[in-house]
């Protein structure tokens, strides 16, 4: 089937988080977390403005520039994930089956940017990806254990214009593949 010009996509498919090498995010880890039980990547593409006004009238508007409102939402509390979200460590000790994985978090930890990539069908062919190039989980993380409930981690944050050389300025980008291609 041709390329549509109208894609049409539905449900979410996957997500995949990538850290960066270093704190000045210049360049993407090789590898790419996947967030399990992936429920929800939403993004919002926002500006602050301020106005001019006076003699009762708006005379001017100007953007502080461009940002990425975005949420994420998946089943259980993958550390890994969690932790390329808020910092911190993790560690594992014990073997077979006494094995045990600690996520911790100290005070003088904090959040690092990431990527986000998010992988949709496509009804009219294909798939959609929509990338965020700089994340940073700037809102909260949350999760809780209830009765009778799933765990659920839902985090929210900003994206800001890439530092990384072949994605430079970029806040994000969306992708349709004629054939369906799963995140790197």
């Known amino acids: 089937m041709p390329l549509n010009t109208h894609p049409l996509p539905f449900g979410l498919r996957d997500v995949k988080l990538t850290g960066f090498t270093s704190e000045a995010a210049t360049a993407y880890e090789t590898t790419s977390l996947d967030l399990p039980v ?7 593409d926002t500006e602050d403005f301020e106005d001019l006004q006076g003699d009762d009238t708006t005379a001017a508007s100007h953007g502080s520039g461009p940002s990425v409102e975005w949420e994420l939402e998946s089943g ?17 000790s014990g073997t077979t089956p006494n094995m045990k994985k600690v996520y911790s978090k100290l005070a003088t930890d904090s959040r690092p940017y990431f ?4 992988q949709a069908i496509s009804d009219s062919g294909g798939d959609v990806h929509g990338l965020v190039f700089k994340c940073k989980a700037t809102g909260s993380l949350e999760g809780e254990f209830a009765q009778g409930a799933f765990q659920l981690l839902s985090a929210s944050g900003r994206g800001f214009p890439s ?4 994605d430079l300025g970029k806040l994000y980008d969306f992708v349709q593949n004629e054939t369906a291609v799963a995140i790197a």
């Open 76 to 92: 259980g509390l993958p550390f890994e994930c969690f932790k390329l979200m808020a910092g911190g460590t993790t560690t594992e």
């Open 38 to 44: 992936s429920r929800t990547f939403s993004f919002s």
């Open 115 to 118: 990527k986000a990539e998010g």
């Open 163 to 166: 530092t990384v050389t072949a």
